[in-house]
T-cell receptor, first 111, second 115 residues
Framework: GEDVEQSLFLSVREGDSSVINCTYTDSSSTYLYWYKQEPGAGLQLLTYIFSNMDMKQDQRLTVLLNKKDKHLSLRIADTQTGDSAIYFCAESRGGSYIPTFGRGTSLIVHP | EPEVTQTPSHQVTQMGQEVILRCVPISNHLYFYWYRQILGQKVEFLVSFYNNEISEKSEIFDDQFSVERPDGSNFTLKIRSTKLEDSAMYFC?????????????FGQGTRLTVV
């Protein structure tokens, strides 16, 4: 079955790097995603990575995938107060692009 | 920027009552979805809808639930005879297609509270 786990909270100081971790169980996962939910808003796709990639970088965001350990992480460099949100890890298998989500990690950025 | 809108933002209903959650997907999108998140738990897929038919549904989406696209703009989720455990945030999403490079856009959610 599919299962995605992530820690519930992360607190960082403004300007530091944030690393949000996620583990998944489905070895046939083909695509892995990070979504962001700001207060009062919907889920916004931040980035995704194919399972045959190890890393993807997009400006301040770096996604690392360890397929052997089924571990996905999202690193946010120079974290800002505007990055405070809930970050959801998700995965889907080839043939279905309907993601299976984790519980979300609340990122709290303090001055 | 086009967006998915959901109404109401918060709905309180008595146990046993029927509720209809409404969504207006982005106008040129063809695929529609409902997800829910019970407080403190995962965002769970309920159903996907395409061409006026359910294309995929989860175990959660039992006979208590139904979806409809009653006109060209709305996409609704009906929950018959609500139970306390139906209390959750319900998210609607839509996409142009079902491919990796096609993003699903989510609404801001409707918080359903069953009392």
């Amino acid at each position: 079955g599919e299962d995605v786990e992530q820690s519930l909270f992360l607190s960082v100081r403004e300007g530091d790097s944030s690393v949000i971790n996620c583990t998944y169980t489905d070895s046939s996962s083909t695509y892995l995603y990070w979504y962001k939910q700001e207060p009062g808003a919907g889920l916004q796709l931040l980035t995704y990575i194919f399972s045959n990639m190890d890393m993807k970088q997009d400006q301040r965001l770096t996604v690392l995938l360890n397929k052997k350990d089924k571990h996905l992480s999202l690193r946010i460099a120079d974290t800002q107060t505007g990055d405070s949100a809930i970050y959801f890890c998700a995965e889907s298998r080839g043939g279905s692009y309907i993601p299976t989500f984790g519980r979300g990690t609340s990122l709290i950025v303090h001055p | 920027e086009p967006e998915v809108t959901q109404t109401p933002s918060h709905q309180v209903t008595q146990m046993g009552q029927e509720v209809i959650l409404r969504c207006v997907p982005i106008s040129n999108h063809l695929y529609f979805y409902w997800y829910r998140q019970i407080l403190g738990q995962k965002v769970e897929f309920l159903v996907s809808f395409y061409n006026n038919e359910i294309s995929e549904k989860s175990e959660i989406f039992d006979d208590q639930f139904s979806v409809e696209r009653p006109d060209g703009s709305n996409f609704t989720l009906k929950i018959r005879s609500t139970k306390l455990e139906d209390s959750a945030m319900y998210f609607c999403a839509s996409s142009e297609a079902v491919t990796l490079n096609t993003e699903a856009f989510f609404g801001q959610g409707t918080r359903l509270t069953v009392v």
